[in-house]
């Protein structure tokens, strides 16, 4: 009887750990899209080298009244495919698909926000003086 207990409370016990660290780790908290320049994008890291990146977006408007600010959005980028279209998008306008975790993995990146595909790449036309 007593073992019985002992095992349900184990068993129990690793179905609510594996609960939390999924939850923590891997749930997706939300998608969407992201559009603006890349400012940079680089693969780093000590022991897993990660792919990340900077989106700037522009005509975010400021806190102060007819003022306009540029926004960055931070993310990384796990598939191969996806890094190396980025790659040869440096400058261009891009729309990216991203999901939002709760929490960073050290493969996976140092941000919440993984970009999962490229939606659209359009070459930026200088402005003419």
Do not use: C
């Not at 992201?34 to 400021?62: C, D, P």
């Not at 975790?101 to 140092?110: D, E």
Request: aromatic share 14%; glycine share 8%; charged share 20%.
């Amino acid at each position: 009887m007593k073992g019985r207990i002992l095992t349900i409370l184990a068993i129990v016990l690793i179905l609510v750990i594996t609960g939390v660290v999924y939850y923590r780790y891997y749930f997706v908290f939300g998608e969407g899209t992201k559009a603006g320049t890349m400012n940079y994008f680089v693969k780093k890291g000590y022991m897993f080298k990660t792919y990340e990146g900077r989106l700037i977006q522009s005509g975010i408007r400021s806190q102060t009244q007819g003022n306009i600010s540029s926004n960055e959005f931070m993310f990384s980028v796990t598939d191969e495919k996806v890094a190396d279209k980025l790659n040869h998008s440096a400058g261009a306008m891009l729309e990216l698909h991203y999901k939002e975790y709760l929490h960073t993995l050290p493969w996976r990146g140092v941000s919440n926000f993984v970009v999962d595909s490229v939606m659209s790449v359009r070459p930026v036309s200088p402005m003419a003086p």
